[in-house]
Structures are given as C-alpha cells and as structure tokens.
Nanobody
C-alpha cells in the first residue's frame, strides 16, 4: 500500500517561514519525481514546485520562485519544501505527490497523493 504523508503546515505571519515535509512509503522512492501542489479556497489546484528522481532538476511556479526551495532526501524517502518570505496569498492546502513517468507542474500527471497540510499566512 502506497502512503504519502505531509507535515509541517501551520499558521504564520507574513514574512515568516515554514518547512513542509512529505514521507512516502510502499514505493521505490527514487523511481519517482515528486511535486508540491496547493489549492486555495475557491481556486483550482496548482503546481508549486517539482523535482526529478535524483534532485538534479527542479521547477517552480512564478509566484514562488526565489522564495521557496524544493529538495529531497532519497535515503529517508522524504521530500521537503522550504517556504520563506511567506505572503497571505500563499495560504492554501499543500499537497505532496509522486509521478512515476515524469516531473512537472501539471497535477493530472501524478500517481499518488497525500491528504494535504494546511498553510495559513496572516497579515
């Protein structure tokens, strides 16, 4: 059984930082590209950042580039998202996902998903 579990969300003030973690089990972790996605109230799910199987290639949404950093530790089967200079518009449910075929910011291409962790940024 594949399990994907996010953690690290919370309530922070604008300008603050959070580090999200995602642990995957039941799969060979380094066979998969990984991604972070988010969905704000009343909006569609969007890609935030993604990373290839080795961590050698990454991509970011324009809205977070320069503020967020994605990384992975394959020995720990864990994905991270370091979020700095947070803004109220970053408020959303953040999801971790795994993609066997490719990496990218398109949610429809990912195979396995976590249940999400809430990030709320106050003014």
């Amino acid at each position: 059984q594949v399990q994907v579990v996010e953690s690290g969300g919370g309530l922070v003030q604008a300008g603050g930082s959070l580090r999200l973690s995602c642990t995957a089990s039941g799969l060979t972790f380094d066979d998969y590209a990984m991604g972070w996605f988010r969905q704000a109230a009343g909006k569609e799910r969007e890609g935030v950042s993604c990373i290839d199987w080795s961590g050698g290639r990454t991509a970011y949404a324009d809205s977070v580039k320069g503020r967020f950093t994605i990384s992975r530790d394959n020995a720990k089967n864990t994905l991270y998202l370091q979020m700095n200079s947070l803004k109220p518009e970053d408020t959303a449910m953040y999801y971790c996902a795994a993609d066997f075929v490719r990496y990218g910011l398109e949610p429809e291409n990912y195979n396995y998903w976590g249940q999400g962790t809430q990030v709320t940024v106050s003014s």
